[in-house]
């Protein structure tokens, strides 16, 4: 059992003890706050509410907020109204429920039949047409409570509800980038099921609610890294399978820079992909300007592809067309590749393009000193690149060839250019995915390849001595995998950062499984208008 989990069970023990003294001034025997559950049964007695009620303390999740109910409403039962006592009443109830069993505190009666009493006297004034005396009783309600305090009460519910269901059930998610596209896309807002796939329970416990890792309209983040967790999940409704749009944490996330419009892991900086992309920000890393930021599993930034290969099998990608286990794997039919378009003329009519799906980022025009005229930059889908070839019968389009492409050699994972040379996007592996339980013997290409999870994931320290490797200060040949691990890739082949560039996903980072999108905008923005139809459809397009 975890540290929390006996906090749990401490606090539970020291609270039916502080209930002893408790229910015999109610009128109850002291025993009965002793006995696990029947406490909670006859808590609900004295508040006026059914023995029953406390049947909801079985519940995960929903037990939090049913004994917040109860240990309130006990508490004002002994005339104990303002918000301190109902605060002090769920933070810390051993200590307070102690207090008031050793006060001078009297039980008075149950405070929902008092509430209720009262509040048929104002309906009963109301309906006799007594209306000073209505107002009199309303004037006078001891249990009224202030414009301000209903508004506290009620932020402070909402928050705690909505960051129990975010962390416990699901949370919503937005699509930042093109990745997936054309099966989801820049704008779309998704629900997120955390317990398909095995509830995680969660690891970082000292954190804003609401907010996954940064703080707005601040350079910090927003949690505490310790204290934490151990990792541990319950039981799934279904396993993670080939094709599935998965939820997960970036593997590579855990050391990273944060610049305000994207963040870089410590491997974009060390394999040139900052350089490339934006010489400045590499310039800051470089110099100490920009300082590293160290997150633990569950504080990794969110990402979403579709899982191409689960654990133990065997991946490889020749010319395009992705091979699981030496068969042809099932295309999704939404999968969009990078083309060359040559257009006949710029009086070409492409109004059109975002009814198709073609986003004004899908379709970029080209440098005319190295290009034909007139030329673009095209993400398609087959449907797609048919319609845009039927604009204009002098339309050219033409498939990039990434392997004449000039591109650093340590780019894509494994980072190992020695071992796995001429790897492309479009020709890539083969590559064997770590299932738990099996064994590797290794080699220094293995090691170049299964190095992150032995160490960073499955948390060994590994040594290269003598031409020996050393595990745990122990001479191996070989490594057991302890983790199943996933082979995620986004639909949009060509404009995808996925395992092709940080490799495998263990299961300990998968977050949940995408359930529909509940809401759509044009490219992510407003004035771009609502995707109606995209509204309340399946966030698994296959």
């Known amino acids: 059992m975890t540290w929390l989990g006996w906090f ?69 039962s002994f005339g104990r109204y303002s918000f301190l006592d109902s605060l002090l009443a769920v933070v810390a109830g051993p200590l307070y429920f102690g207090w008031i069993g050793l006060s001078n505190d009297t039980y008075i009666s149950p405070i929902l039949n008092r509430e209720q ?13 007594k209306s000073k005396l209505v107002m009199k009783l309303e004037k006078d309600n001891p249990f009224s409570k202030s414009p301000i305090r209903e508004w506290v009460e009620a932020i402070v519910f909402a928050v705690f509800a909505a960051g129990f269901i975010r962390m416990f059930l699901i949370e919503a998610y937005v699509i930042p980038t093109p990745s997936m596209e054309g099966s989801l896309l820049v704008g779309d807002f998704l629900f997120v099921s955390k317990a398909h796939y095995g509830l995680r329970m969660p690891q970082t416990v000292v954190m804003i609610p609401l907010l996954h890792n940064r703080l707005p309209m601040a350079d910090g983040e927003s949690y505490l890294s310790k204290p934490s967790l151990p990792y541990r999940r319950l039981k799934a409704i279904e396993s993670v399978d080939r094709n599935d749009p998965v939820v997960f944490n970036l593997p590579v996330g855990d050391s990273v820079f944060v610049f305000p419009d994207r963040t870089w892991t410590v491997e974009d900086f060390r394999y040139g992909a900052v350089r490339e992309s934006n010489p400045q920000y590499h310039t800051q890393i470089e110099s100490g300007m920009k ?68 986003a004004s ?51 894509l994972f494994p980072h190992a250019p020695e071992y796995f040379s001429g790897w492309t996007l479009d020709n890539y592996g083969p590559v064997w995915i770590p299932k738990a ?42 490594y057991t995998f302890k983790l199943n691990y996933y082979w995620m890739m986004g639909d949009n082949r060509h404009n995808s950062e996925d395992a092709r560039f940080w490799g495998f996903v263990p299961e300990d980072h998968v977050v949940g499984k995408p359930l529909f999108i509940w809401f759509s905008l044009k490219e992510n923005s407003l004035a771009k208008g609502v995707n109606w139809k995209r509204i309340f459809t399946s966030a698994d397009k296959r």
């Open 8 to 76: 749990f069970v401490v606090f539970y023990l020291l609270l039916s003890i502080s209930w002893y003294k408790v229910f015999e001034k109610a009128g109850k025997e002291g025993w009965k706050a002793l006995v696990p559950g029947y406490n909670y049964w006859v808590a609900s007695e004295l508040i006026g509410r059914k023995p029953t009620h406390a049947l909801w303390m079985l519940f995960p999740v929903v037990n939090f907020f049913t004994h917040a109910g109860i240990v309130i409403d006990l508490a004002r």
């Open 361 to 411: 980022t899908d379709f970029q025009p080209l440098d005319p000193g190295r290009f034909p005229a007139n030329s673009f930059l095209l993400f398609a889908t087959d449907e797609e690149k048919a319609k845009v070839q039927g604009l204009d019968a002098g339309v050219v389009i033409e498939p990039i060839n990434f392997d004449s492409l000039p591109q650093s050699p340590y780019k």
């Open 437 to 478: 339980g099996e064994t590797v013997k290794l080699t220094p290409a293995n090691l170049a390849m299964y190095r992150r999870c032995i160490t960073v994931y499955e948390g060994n320290q590994l040594e290269e001595r003598d031409g020996a490797v050393f595990i745990n200060g122990s001479k191996v040949t070989s």
């Open 291 to 358: 300082k590293l930021v160290v997150r633990p599993v569950d504080k990794k930034d969110h990402y979403i592809k579709r899982c191409i290969g689960v654990a133990g099998d065997s991946l490889q990608i020749v010319n395009r067309q992705v091979f699981i286990n030496g068969k042809p794997a099932t295309n999704p039919s939404t999968l969009q590749y990078m083309y060359i378009v040559t257009m006949p003329s710029s009086l070409v009519n492409t109004s059109s393009f975002s009814d198709w799906g073609i």
């Open 117 to 129: 009493d009262y509040l048929d006297k104002i309906k009963e004034a109301r309906e006799s047409g």
